[in-house]
């Protein structure tokens, strides 16, 4: 960019699709179970991690018919990313630094490594 401005923003992604035979499931104690489960993963590293159970009981429950659980047997798994691998390497380096300079370690990696699984 700097060298000729030929460049414009880019966005790097990776998609996966999983295709297969779902069952949806209404069950207000499957989905409580699944709920809680759910909200304690994504809680755990918190300083104070919140827990479904802190919620009063009956808003909770007001919520549920709107919540669709499901199951899916997953019969097809396919993948694609774009991670830069379109750019020449000074361009690439350049989409690194950016991103290590946001902290974004994580993807930097993967623009370094785009084949990585």
Do not use: C
Not at 19 to 34: N, Q, T, V, Y
Not at 42 to 51: I, L, V, Y
Not at 100 to 108: L, M, R
């Amino acid at each position: 960019k700097k060298r000729d401005h030929k460049a414009v923003p880019t966005w790097n992604y990776t998609a996966v699709h999983a295709r297969g035979l779902i069952k949806f499931i209404h069950d207000k104690d499957w989905l409580l179970e699944h709920l809680t489960n759910l909200s304690n993963f994504n809680e755990q590293n918190m300083p104070k991690p919140w827990h479904l159970s802190e919620a009063p009981e009956d808003y909770i429950k007001s919520m549920l018919p709107a919540i669709v659980g499901f199951e899916m047997e997953i019969t097809n798994m396919s993948g694609q990313s774009k991670m830069s691998q379109n750019h020449n390497e000074e361009n690439r380096q350049g989409v690194i630094s950016g991103l290590q300079s946001q902290n974004k370690e994580n993807v930097a990696t993967w623009v370094k490594n785009p084949d990585m699984s």
